[in-house]
């Protein structure tokens, strides 16, 4: 166990802090820089279980002493971090914004925002852009962690010390499986739950109980540090959000940060000396409150400038980042730990509870006053899934899966007229257009079903790596449609140029997006040949039934969040549609190969393309704002409002 300073963790920290902030702040070289917050797991499990073990080896551990450590250690900052992302929200964010900052806020303050944003699911979402508070899910890991850890080790020592070796490795092995097993089967659980990441902390306490002989020869120490090192270097540049990951993946940040530590303990090395170097020391004094304070600073100021940052706008926001946190950590930190400030135990515990009382008081404030909605901004809380009645009956029919297997019908679009006459089918584009088609419909009198699964455009056999849920999907709709004769018409609606570029687009958050065909045994082939044979698949199954095929032309994607960019713009009267909206050269830029196949499938008599661009577009741009009212509820889908705006394009087509 550790018994003297290591100013070479204190270098390790500064890896895990700048390999975080890179990725975050947009440096794509850092395409992996999220293992930092493995790199910290191995860290933190470490030095606790060298604390509690000298502490219960000497016989003076006390749980009510280690806790106000921690407090001492977590608390400040966190609380004036989160004080401070809820004081800022109530003027940069959207109700339904605040609403979910709101819920961070309490979730973080009774340590279990991992488990809220394992709800939400959406670490590498488009939606995590917008989440000043995303990153505290690795803290209520660790927090987890320290409520359950140092029970556990009191529970192994009244049994005997040398059962630390066995225990520790036992449950290092069976959170280990559980992490690989459900990465392959729900990521999201993987990614934040503490039984799936136990281990990586785990890993830690095993090299802290001094059962493994320290490297007292130098070349064991040379060899084993730089081999460690450079684990962690190539996860962090060659890793992406796309990396299956936790999973078998984080083996390699992990092992490589355990091997770090364990060359340290027996001696220097060139890798010692580089990490003990003052500036690396210093980054790592100073990790704690960079990492709690980057995250707020980076998602805000790209609320406050909406489009993409300037080199200088960047460079500006990682200057402040690093002033506020060295400021946070002289002044909020320190006298904390090193008790000029709430110097009593009772003290520290009194004032955490106060202050976390407060903190979810706030943001329970925030929540069930709407996000302050009447705000002059309140057209942005007409686009919130909370308060969209209708956007929300529509995403509560995307279980179609269940229903058909269930043998119930699917969801209702359009008149009460007795028979269904057309299908709505598509991701979540199709459930964005759906208001439209609904009132088109009832003014023909006609009426549909829905079927729309998040994701899974409408292209049969084509599939994600590692998933199956949208062939599943597809294929079940095309059964369901054999068996109605009734319809007549099948409306096709999907995000097609993701599926055809596999690319986001402009500062969109979340990884590309690559297709593969579930009846081939090479994918060699290319995003848009695969999106060309699944769509062909799809309207030459529809051809066989003897339907009528409806192509909704792509909606304009604009890249930056709609919302959230109305409520920035209006604080200095900005013209929103001006800033980001789209030119019609740029839509047609990003749609090129899409229409491409379009006019090919227009050809066909059986097929016709619905153009709801030109709705939408003008000559010049494809407008995201219309009479004061937000066209869309994020950066690529149609709020109600704009799905309603375009019902028209489904008139004399249905």
Same mark, same amino acid.
């Given at each position: 166990?550790?018994?003297? %300073?290591?100013?070479?963790?204190?270098?390790?920290?500064?890896?895990?802090?700048?390999?975080?902030?890179?990725?975050?702040?947009?440096?794509?070289?850092?395409?992996?820089?999220?293992?930092?917050?493995?790199?910290?797991?191995?860290?933190?499990?470490?030095?606790?279980?060298?604390?509690?073990?000298?502490?219960?080896?000497?016989?003076n551990f006390s749980i009510l002493n280690f806790y106000e450590r921690r407090f001492r250690r977590i608390m400040p900052a966190l609380t004036v971090v989160i004080l401070v992302s809820l004081a800022v929200g109530v003027f940069l964010l959207t109700p339904s914004r605040l609403?979910?900052?709101?819920?961070?806020?309490?979730?973080?303050?009774?340590?279990?925002?991992?488990?809220?944003?394992?709800?939400?699911?959406?670490?590498?979402?488009?939606?995590?852009?917008?989440?000043?508070?995303?990153?505290?899910?690795?803290l209520a890991v660790e927090e987890q962690y320290y409520i359950f850890f140092p029970v556990l080790l009191i529970f192994i020592a009244k049994r005997g010390s040398k059962l630390y070796f066995r225990w520790l490795c036992i449950l290092s092995i069976l959170s280990f499986f559980?992490?690989?097993?459900?990465?392959?089967?729900?990521?999201?659980?993987?990614?934040?739950?503490?039984?799936?990441?136990?281990?990586?902390?785990?890993?830690?306490?095993?090299?802290?109980?001094?059962?493994?002989?320290?490297?007292?020869?130098?070349?064991?120490?040379?060899?084993?540090?730089?081999?460690?090192?450079?684990?962690?270097?190539?996860?962090?540049?060659?890793?992406?959000?796309?990396?299956?990951?936790?999973?078998?993946?984080?083996?390699?940040?992990?092992?490589?940060?355990?091997?770090?530590? &364990?060359?340290?303990?027996?001696?220097?090395?060139?890798?010692?000396?580089?990490?003990?170097?003052?500036?690396?020391?210093?980054?790592?004094?100073? #990790?704690?409150?960079? %990492?709690?304070?980057?995250?707020?600073?980076?998602?805000? =100021?790209?609320?406050?400038?909406?489009?993409? @940052?300037?080199?200088?706008? =960047?460079?500006?926001?990682?200057? /402040?980042?690093?002033?506020?946190?060295?400021?946070?950590?002289? &002044?909020?930190?320190?006298?904390?730990?090193?008790?000029?400030?709430?110097?009593?135990?009772?003290?520290?515990?009194?004032? !955490?509870?106060? !202050?976390?009382?407060?903190?979810?008081?706030?943001?329970?404030?925030?929540?069930?006053?709407?996000?302050?909605?009447?705000?002059?901004?309140?057209?942005?809380?007409?686009?919130?899934?909370?308060?969209d009645h209708k956007w929300r009956h529509w995403e509560s029919c995307e279980d179609v899966v269940g229903r058909i297997k269930q043998g119930r019908e699917l969801c209702e679009i359009g008149s009460n007229s007795e028979t269904a006459s057309f299908l709505l089918w598509g991701?979540?584009?199709?459930?964005?257009?759906?208001?439209?088609?609904?009132?088109?419909?009832?003014?023909?009198?006609?009426?549909?079903?829905?079927? !729309?699964?998040?994701?899974?455009?409408?292209?049969?056999?084509?599939?994600?790596?590692?998933?199956?849920?949208?062939?599943?999907?597809?294929?079940?709709?095309?059964?369901?449609? #054999?068996?109605?004769?009734?319809?007549?018409?099948?409306?096709?609606?999907?995000?097609?140029?993701?599926?055809?570029?596999?690319?986001?687009?402009?500062?969109?958050?979340?990884?590309?997006?690559?297709?593969?065909?579930?009846?081939? /045994?090479?994918?060699?082939?290319?995003?848009?040949? /695969?999106?060309?044979?699944?769509?062909?698949?799809?309207?030459?199954? @529809?051809?066989?039934?003897?339907?009528?095929?409806?192509?909704?032309?792509?909606?304009?994607?604009?890249?930056?969040?709609?919302?959230?960019?109305?409520?920035?713009? #209006?604080?200095?009267?900005?013209?929103?549609?001006?800033?980001?909206?789209?030119?019609?050269?740029? %839509?047609?830029?990003?749609?090129?190969?899409?229409?491409?196949?379009? #006019?090919? @499938?227009?050809? /066909?008599?059986?097929?016709?393309?619905?153009?709801?661009?030109?709705?939408?577009?003008?000559?010049?741009?494809?407008?995201?704002?219309?009479?004061?009212?937000?066209?869309?509820?994020?950066?690529?889908?149609?709020?109600?409002?704009?799905?309603? %705006?375009? !019902?028209?394009?489904?008139?004399?087509?249905?």
């Amino acid at each position: 166990m550790i018994t003297k %300073y290591r100013p070479d963790i204190d270098g390790l920290r500064a890896i895990a802090v700048l390999s975080v902030f890179f990725f975050h702040s947009g440096f794509t070289v850092f395409s992996g820089g999220y293992v930092g917050v493995d790199v910290f797991f191995v860290i933190s499990g470490y030095l606790i279980t060298s604390i509690i073990v000298r502490e219960i080896n000497n016989d003076n551990f006390s749980i009510l002493n280690f806790y106000e450590r921690r407090f001492r250690r977590i608390m400040p900052a966190l609380t004036v971090v989160i004080l401070v992302s809820l004081a800022v929200g109530v003027f940069l964010l959207t109700p339904s914004r605040l609403i979910d900052l709101g819920q961070s806020a309490v979730a973080s303050a009774l340590f279990s925002s991992n488990i809220l944003f394992y709800l939400e699911s959406g670490y590498f979402g488009g939606a995590a852009e917008t989440k000043p508070l995303l990153h505290t899910w690795s803290l209520a890991v660790e927090e987890q962690y320290y409520i359950f850890f140092p029970v556990l080790l009191i529970f192994i020592a009244k049994r005997g010390s040398k059962l630390y070796f066995r225990w520790l490795c036992i449950l290092s092995i069976l959170s280990f499986f559980a992490c690989v097993i459900l990465t392959s089967e729900n990521k999201s659980a993987a990614f934040y739950w503490i039984p799936t990441r136990a281990w990586e902390l785990f890993i830690g306490s095993i090299l802290a109980i001094n059962t493994i002989p320290s490297p007292s020869a130098k070349s064991v120490r040379e060899v084993t540090s730089i081999a460690g090192i450079g684990m962690i270097i190539i996860s962090i540049f060659m890793y992406s959000p796309e990396t299956a990951f936790p999973g078998y993946a984080a083996l390699l940040p992990t092992i490589g940060t355990a091997l770090v530590i &364990y060359s340290g303990t027996g001696g220097s090395s060139l890798i010692y000396r580089l990490l003990s170097v003052k500036p690396m020391v210093f980054i790592g004094f100073i #990790s704690y409150s960079l %990492y709690l304070w980057h995250w707020p600073i980076i998602v805000y =100021t790209k609320l406050w400038f909406i489009k993409e @940052l300037s080199v200088n706008t =960047t460079a500006g926001m990682l200057a /402040l980042t690093v002033v506020v946190s060295t400021l946070s950590w002289k &002044y909020i930190e320190s006298p904390f730990r090193k008790r000029t400030l709430f110097n009593s135990k009772t003290s520290i515990y009194v004032g !955490t509870i106060i !202050t976390s009382a407060v903190t979810i008081l706030i943001g329970a404030v925030f929540i069930f006053n709407n996000g302050f909605s009447e705000r002059k901004f309140n057209d942005t809380s007409l686009v919130s899934t909370k308060a969209d009645h209708k956007w929300r009956h529509w995403e509560s029919c995307e279980d179609v899966v269940g229903r058909i297997k269930q043998g119930r019908e699917l969801c209702e679009i359009g008149s009460n007229s007795e028979t269904a006459s057309f299908l709505l089918w598509g991701d979540s584009h199709a459930r964005s257009i759906a208001s439209g088609v609904h009132l088109s419909a009832i003014s023909a009198k006609l009426k549909g079903r829905i079927a !729309t699964q998040t994701a899974c455009p409408p292209l049969l056999t084509i599939e994600r790596p590692n998933r199956n849920s949208c062939n599943n999907f597809n294929v079940s709709v095309m059964n369901f449609i #054999s068996e109605a004769p009734e319809i007549k018409t099948v409306i096709l609606s999907a995000r097609w140029p993701l599926s055809a570029n596999g690319d986001r687009y402009k500062i969109e958050h979340g990884g590309p997006v690559r297709l593969i065909d579930t009846n081939s /045994l090479s994918n060699s082939l290319s995003n848009n040949d /695969l999106f060309k044979i699944g769509l062909g698949r799809t309207v030459e199954g @529809l051809h066989r039934l003897g339907k009528r095929v409806l192509i909704v032309n792509s909606v304009p994607e604009i890249g930056y969040d709609v919302p959230s960019a109305i409520v920035v713009a #209006s604080i200095n009267d900005r013209n929103v549609n001006r800033m980001i909206a789209p030119t019609k050269k740029e %839509y047609r830029e990003r749609n090129k190969g899409v229409h491409a196949i379009f #006019s090919q @499938l227009n050809e /066909l008599e059986y097929i016709d393309i619905i153009g709801i661009d030109m709705f939408l577009c003008d000559d010049d741009y494809c407008k995201v704002m219309f009479n004061g009212r937000s066209l869309y509820r994020d950066d690529d889908h149609l709020s109600t409002y704009g799905s309603e %705006y375009i !019902t028209s394009a489904f008139n004399n087509t249905l």
